[in-house]
């Protein structure tokens, strides 16, 4: 994946050459079938991915793009002609399709490139009459995160991101309260109601994100993640066969102990690599 990112990036900077477009183009658009969950735009079908005893409404779904698709996409989004903006406050660079938003609506309206249009359809929003029309990318280098914000009463409520290449924890905030959720490449967030209007979210400047976790008799007992169980990560160690030298084997991961604490064992630390996100949303129209 890294070299596909390495190679992607010498693209946008220099001319590609023949073999390199010939490449680009062997690599499969997203396909109906190739997408793991069926989505036909009815909430219950949502439940089961909802992050339960956590705030309403927050809902995780690990693994819907393939590494191929997430190839696939950053080959997109790298080989856009004039798409980037430099955001030199917050250190990271973005890309905007859809329109700008403005308090009387989405003005300069353009329609999506085909791979937004793809990604649009894997999206929920809780009102069938309503359409993603909106979305921004955001670049992240290692160390570069986003400050806890509300994304606003412009777009509607309902939020879709999809995080390509890294993990990174993706936290909620209200007052001194702190939610913490593993965001794993492949993986897409959605949330709405008090997530939306109530919370902050945001993502911090590290260079890497810790976890803590209880560990006893070869299980996991806890961890101060809320979507822990929702996790390719809590998958993975379901299957491992002994879950400390699993974690000590992972090439981002150091698994350190700690002592005296009365509720956790471990604390692993989880390196960041370069991060794509893909917010989709809905911006009503200017009238
Ligand atoms: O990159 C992310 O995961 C968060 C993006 C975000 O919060 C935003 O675009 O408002």
């Not at 219950?44 to 339960?52: A, E």
């Given at each position: 994946?890294?070299?596909?990112?390495?190679?992607?990036?010498?693209?946008?900077?220099?001319?590609?050459?023949?073999?390199?477009?010939?490449?680009?183009?062997?690599?499969?658009?997203?396909?109906?079938?190739?997408?793991?969950?069926?989505?036909?735009?009815?909430?219950?079908?949502?439940?089961?991915?909802?992050?339960?005893?956590?705030?309403?409404?927050?809902?995780?779904?690990?693994?819907?793009?393939?590494?191929?698709?997430?190839?696939?996409?950053?080959?997109?989004?790298?080989?856009?002609?004039?798409?980037?903006?430099?955001?030199?406050?917050?250190?990271?660079?973005?890309?905007?399709?859809g329109g700008d938003v403005r308090d009387e609506g989405l003005i300069n309206v353009e329609p999506f490139p085909q791979f937004l249009s793809q990604l649009s359809n894997l999206c929920f929003l809780d009102d069938n009459n309503l359409k993603i029309n909106h979305a921004l990318i955001n670049e992240y280098a290692p160390g570069i995160g986003i400050h806890p914000h509300f994304d606003g009463p412009l777009y509607h409520n309902f939020v879709n991101i999809f995080s390509i290449n890294s993990t990174c924890i993706f936290k909620f905030t209200k007052q001194n309260e702190c939610l913490k959720l593993l965001v794993e490449p492949g993986s897409l967030i959605i949330f709405t109601k008090q997530a939306y209007t109530e919370w902050l979210h945001g993502i911090d400047y590290y260079h890497d994100d810790t976890i803590l976790l209880q560990i006893q008799d070869n299980q996991i007992c806890n961890c101060d993640l809320i979507n822990f169980k929702h996790t390719l990560f809590y998958s993975n160690l379901q299957k491992a066969h002994n879950i400390i030298d699993y974690l000590n084997n992972q090439p981002n991961y150091e698994l350190c102990q700690i002592q005296n604490h009365n509720q956790f064992t471990h604390s692993l630390i989880i390196r960041r690599l370069l991060r794509i996100s893909i917010t989709l949303r809905h911006v009503p129209y200017s009238k």
């Open positions: 994946m890294f070299k596909a990112i390495m190679k992607t990036v010498k693209q946008e900077k220099t001319k590609s050459s023949l073999s390199e477009q010939q490449d680009i183009a062997q690599i499969p658009k997203i396909q109906e079938k190739q997408i793991i969950i069926e989505f036909n735009r009815q909430i219950f079908d949502y439940l089961p991915y909802q992050i339960p005893n956590a705030i309403d409404s927050i809902f995780y779904f690990k693994e819907i793009l393939t590494n191929q698709q997430q190839e696939f996409l950053m080959n997109e989004i790298y080989n856009q002609p004039k798409r980037w903006v430099d955001l030199p406050h917050s250190q990271r660079r973005v890309q905007k399709y």
